[in-house]
């Protein structure tokens, strides 16, 4: 198949599945889900075939589609994917049939519910895809209305404010990412490389980063108002306070895809256009981000473990999570006096470990919330003082949902110890104190999960309301659970064949062209200074 | 010359021309005495007046949009042939720009332009008249004379070239709104609104008309492409300073004039009027307001401002002041606008404080466009700034005109506007499921997100005022505010929003249910919304804004 086509039919098939959705009859709600569900399928199938169109040991960018769209503005449908997008793109199609599946669960107003998600899905593999600056915020954005209804409409029962504050808190960010937008597509008008072009082609843009062709003061601004933009999405701390509220008051598979994918989407916009693009403010700002994301691991930590309400421990599990993909892309550490990358390799194992640990918290992360949906689906409650003794009534489950929390917990042979371990060990060359902390985040992780485990799964009896309703999980809940507990295993054990060997190529190109653009811009500071002096 | 030679001049070359390019206007007359005629010999029973009005527009939009293909194409394009040749379009008349009328008005596309928008608009808004049957059967003549007759005067604000015309055309689409406003007869709350805009309107013409009377005893003529000229012929040396005479009776002159002018546009603080009027005045005719009246004003308004420019540093820094001055005015109309929105409850005033917030948006445009043109003078960073406003406005059109025709047919509805009476709309029948989502599409636009045409808008506005930026830092100032503002905005929109879509109905048992043809109207007006937002259309309306504008800077 055509790049184009194929592209196209993954971004837009949901969208088409929304669209023929509207035709259903109103009562034949099953043969909706059902149809849905296909759908999700349908798109996750593809993007399995585009993997096997992929060659993986290539660093570039693949399977490229560049059509205008809005000419006068050089505004392209530039699509395409590279080792970094690739696994992403995977992952997102994964979570969202698996949370198509746990949607069963839904029970209102259930065409309105598949239409969103399924809009929203378009949204995120679009994110995942674009290679114009242009077109990326466009599909940013498109995943806010959706998500806004998807929390308030079928939320719990504080999904209006949950709702609306996450909603002021992305389009805060949006708004700092357009004026960075701005000040990048005047500033490559400057540059030689387009002649004189302004231009929104985020491969360019790389390009002029790298030729030093940004000036260090463009870059730190640009760079500062891109991250913050990407911050409030990853969360980092300080703009994480929405997170925990919108985790909690959303419905269990839209706190799947919440986990599961949209905190991807700050890492990835990091990684794809705020560092690419600006390293000389990367660099700038290196190790501000890399004590931000030790201080999210232990704030993040620390505050899990304060919770009673079982889905907003999970939720801060997710901010101590993420702070270890901040870490694993900052520590980038450079000589003073040349501007030259001190030990590269280790700094591309932080992004390889960052990345991993995206991917690897994508399946845990999911699979935590799935596990507690299930029990809420169950006995109505969160609370998880009132838990206990579950592995007594519901074993089978019981088991899997151990598996995902030790996943979470970064157990070897799970898919949350990769990263966790590639991200610890390349700090220690960035700075051994912040990697001491880091890895003291650990201590805390396991110290919360392992609590969480004990309160609600081991103990001697249940202690909450409803103990009748704790009937063991039908099947499709065991389905999804065993995809996520599969995956979990695979991952653990397989890192290199299930991640590391894709993205290894394009993250070595991509430090490359950042140490270079930092060389670059450096250089010509040093030049300055020393014209200066005479 | 002498006067023989003048009135041939006048009777020979330039009125057969002002004819050719005035048809569509003088069809609109014509159009306004058959209203009355209609209805004089009582022939409004079976042929109501409203397809009077309906078809009258439509032939006089016939002859803008041809007017426009003529001078796209130079008249060369071969299936318009015929329709050329019936509006007897030539290439000394309509092909050739310039002032016409002896200089009273000019003629370029950028006019032509705005035109067409201004004549499609009101074809649209004479639809959701017919739909929504507000004016009634004996009412009509009246109501579509006012219609037309304030169209007419924003038609002629396209393309101003003289003071007095500026001033001619102001009121002239001023003075029938104000009886439109207070149209429903026996609501107190309407004839309230309209005596409060009549009021306020006069006394602001009264300071527009000093204003003018400032300008051209200073600058001793009333012609636009004279202004800038004179003022640096009289400064001549003397650099701009508060203490010169000629320079503070310029500015003041200038203040007054755009007095008038912000007042049209309902920008703080002359903007008291448009809350009262829009709550007071039926849905159909506040959306008209919105939109037409603020389209005619901006092209007025550019018009006017681009008659200050020159390379005599003094004329440059009257264009920074100019477009400081219209930079402060957007800061504090959007920031204004939006707050005040916050705590209405009635729909029609929150979409008044919205339009007060909008035209801060759109004004930052012109501000950056002046202070563009006063340090580098690139003409074209300039032309972009005006083709992101046309962009804009063009935007603007189809989104207010969606919320306003949805405000009317609900209120055919449930006889309320009220936001509570929103709650659990979209649980009503198909059609009102249709409609709840084209409102959703033409708020969340307002807001400005993607993929809708208001983020585009948007974008290309707030990218002038990114590169304005680079000549004075204020501009910079301006963009963080209206960044803000949208997450402001996003606020009261989505408070709308949430009553439809996420609360309950208040009486489950009564839905609202609408006819089919309603639901086709809506929709067929929210479809640019959606065609401008993410398809190659965008492409096609930028690049013929980007070929408007740069006619009017002569690129």
């Known amino acids: 198949m055509e790049p184009f086509a194929l592209l196209s039919l993954i971004i837009f098939l949901p969208t088409l599945g929304a669209i023929g959705l509207t035709v259903f009859d109103k009562k034949a709600e099953e043969s909706m889900r059902m149809f849905a569900l296909a759908i999700t399928a349908a798109t996750f199938g593809l993007t399995l075939f585009l993997l096997g169109q992929f060659d993986i040991a290539q660093g570039g960018m693949q399977l490229q589609v560049n059509i205008p769209w809005v000419p006068t503005w050089n505004i392209n449908y530039q699509l395409g994917v590279d080792g970094i997008s690739m696994p992403l793109v995977l992952l997102t199609s994964l979570i969202s049939m698996l949370g198509m599946m746990a949607s069963w669960s839904i ?43 998807l929390i308030g409409v079928w939320g ?55 030729a030093g062709e940004f000036s260090s003061g463009t870059q730190v601004v640009a760079f500062i108002l891109l991250f913050i933009g990407f911050a409030i999405k990853l969360p980092a701390f300080p703009f994480h306070t929405w997170l925990p509220d919108a985790h909690v008051e959303a419905p269990t598979p839209i706190s799947m895809i919440l986990a599961g994918v949209l905190l991807k989407m700050g890492g990835y916009g990091i990684i794809r256009i705020a560092m690419p693009i600006c390293p000389y403010g990367a660099q700038y700002a290196a190790y501000a981000l890399v004590a931000l994301g030790v201080f999210s691991i232990i704030y993040g930590a620390f505050a899990a473990m304060a919770q009673t309400d079982f889905k907003r421990l999970v939720a801060y599990s997710s901010v101590s999570h993420m702070g270890y993909v901040l870490i694993g892309m900052a520590v980038w550490k450079i000589n003073e006096a040349t501007g030259a990358t001190v030990n590269p390799n280790h700094w591309q194992m932080g992004m390889a470990g960052a990345m991993f640990q995206m991917l690897g918290h994508g399946i845990s992360s999911a699979g935590m919330f799935f596990m507690v949906g299930v029990l809420y689906d169950r006995v109505h409650h969160r609370d998880l003082n009132k838990f206990g003794g579950i592995m007594q009534k519901m074993p089978f489950y019981s088991g899997l949902a151990v598996v995902i929390f030790f996943a979470g917990l970064g157990l070897p042979g799970l898919c949350g110890f990769i990263g966790e371990v590639f991200v610890v060990l390349s700090t220690w060359n960035f700075s051994p104190l912040l990697a001491v902390i880091a890895a003291s985040g650990v201590i805390l992780t396991a110290g919360y999960i392992l609590w969480t485990i004990q309160r609600v799964y081991l103990g001697p009896e249940y202690k909450g309301p409803h103990p009748e309703d704790l009937t063991p999980i039908n099947g499709r809940e065991t389905a999804i659970a065993l995809v996520l507990v599969v995956f979990a295993v695979l991952m653990g054990v397989f890192p290199y064949q299930m991640g590391l060997k894709m993205m290894t190529p394009s993250i070595e190109n991509l430090t490359q062209s950042m140490s270079t653009g930092y060389e670059t811009v450096h250089e010509a500071g040093s030049e300055i200074i020393s014209m200066s002096q005479p | 010359m002498s006067v023989p030679d003048l009135l041939n001049h006048v009777l020979h070359t330039d009125l057969p021309r002002s004819v050719q390019i005035f048809a569509p206007e003088l069809v609109l007359c014509g159009t306004i005495i058959a209203l009355l005629l209609v209805r004089m010999f009582d022939a409004h029973r079976w042929f109501p007046t409203s397809w009077v009005a309906l078809l009258g527009t439509l032939a006089a939009f016939v002859g803008v949009f041809a007017q426009f293909m003529y001078m796209k194409t130079g008249g060369e394009h071969e299936s318009l042939k015929g329709m050329f040749h019936f509006w007897g379009l030539t290439a000394d008349g309509v092909g050739t720009s310039g002032p016409y009328f ?30 929504t049957g507000i004016p009634d059967q004996d009412d009509g003549q009246d109501f579509y004379t006012l219609l037309i007759g304030s169209t007419l005067g924003m038609l002629m604000a396209c393309g101003v070239n003289n003071l007095l015309m500026l001033f001619v055309a102001i009121e002239m689409m001023s003075v029938p709104s104000y009886v439109m406003v207070g149209f429903l007869k026996g609501r107190k709350l309407s004839s309230e609104a309209a005596f409060k805009y009549v009021v306020y309107g006069a006394g602001i013409a009264g300071v527009m008309l000093y204003g003018v009377s400032l300008l051209s005893g200073v600058l001793g003529t009333l012609a636009f492409p004279e202004l800038g000229s004179r003022f640096a012929l009289l ?23 755009l007095v008038g002018v912000a007042f049209k546009l309902s920008l703080v603080p002359f903007h008291f009027w448009c809350p009262d009027a829009f709550e007071g005045a039926s849905a159909e005719v506040a959306g008209f307001l919105s939109v037409a009246s603020k389209a005619g004003a901006f092209a007025l308004l550019i018009r006017f401002a681009l008659a200050f420019q020159g390379t005599s540093p003094a004329v440059q820094t009257l264009c920074l002041v100019f477009g400081l001055a219209l930079g402060v005015v957007s800061c504090l109309s959007m920031t204004f606008g939006n707050l005040a929105a916050y705590t209405q409850t009635n729909l029609k005033r929150l979409l008044a404080y919205s339009t007060i917030a909008h035209a801060g948006y ?16 690139d003409r074209n960073m300039a032309a972009a ?23 009317a047919f609900i209120r055919n509805e449930t006889f309320r506007e009220d936001i509570e009476s929103y709650n659990g709309l979209a649980t009503g029948g198909a059609v009102t499921k249709i409609i709840s989502v084209c409102l959703l599409i033409a708020f969340v636009s307002l807001v400005g997100l993607p993929p809708l045409a208001g983020f585009f808008g948007k974008f290309a506005i707030f990218s002038s005022a990114f590169r304005a930026g680079s000549v004075h830092w204020f501009l910079w100032v301006v963009l963080g505010l209206g960044g803000l503002n949208t997450v402001f905005s996003l606020f009261y929109y989505l408070r709308v929003l949430r009553a439809v879509f996420i609360l309950p109905p208040a009486d489950e048992t009564k839905t609202v249910e609408l006819p089919s043809m309603v639901g086709a109207y809506v929709v067929l007006i929210t479809l640019p919304i959606l065609a401008l937002g993410m398809t190659s259309f965008m492409g096609d309306l930028d690049a013929t804004a980007v070929d408007v504008a740069r006619q009017l800077f002569h690129i």
Request: aromatic letters at 14%; a negative charge; one cysteine or more.
């Open chain 1, 107 to 149: 029970k209102e107003k259930v065409r309105g519910y598949l239409i969103l998600f399924l809009l929203l899905e378009t949204g995120m593999l679009g994110v995942f895809m674009s290679l114009d600056f242009f077109l990326f915020y466009v599909f940013w954005e498109v995943m806010l209305l959706p998500m806004y209804f």
């Open chain 1, 156 to 210: 719990g029962p504080r999904r209006e404010y949950a709702a609306i504050k996450f909603f002021l808190y992305t389009l805060a960010g949006s708004v700092l990412m357009l004026i960075a937008m701005l000040m990048l597509y005047f500033g490559s008008g400057e540059s030689t490389l387009t002649g004189g072009q302004n231009i929104f082609d985020l491969l360019k843009l790389g390009e002029i980063a790298k």
């Open chain 2, 102 to 131: 002896t200089g009273l008005l000019t003629h370029d596309s950028f006019g032509v332009f705005f035109r067409i928008g201004l004549l499609l608009f009101l074809i649209l808004i004479e639809a959701l008249t017919i739909l």
């Open chain 2, 235 to 257: 400064m001549g040396d003397s650099a701009f300073s508060l203490s010169n005479p000629t320079a503070v009776a310029t500015i003041l002159g200038i203040m007054l004039v």
């Open chain 2, 362 to 377: 759109m004004v930052m445009a012109v501000a950056a466009m002046m202070v563009i043109l006063s340090g580098s003078g």
């Open chain 2, 385 to 407: 700034c005006v083709s992101g406003l046309i962009y804009y406005i063009a935007v603007y059109l189809f989104m207010n005109l969606t919320a306003f025709a949805v405000v």
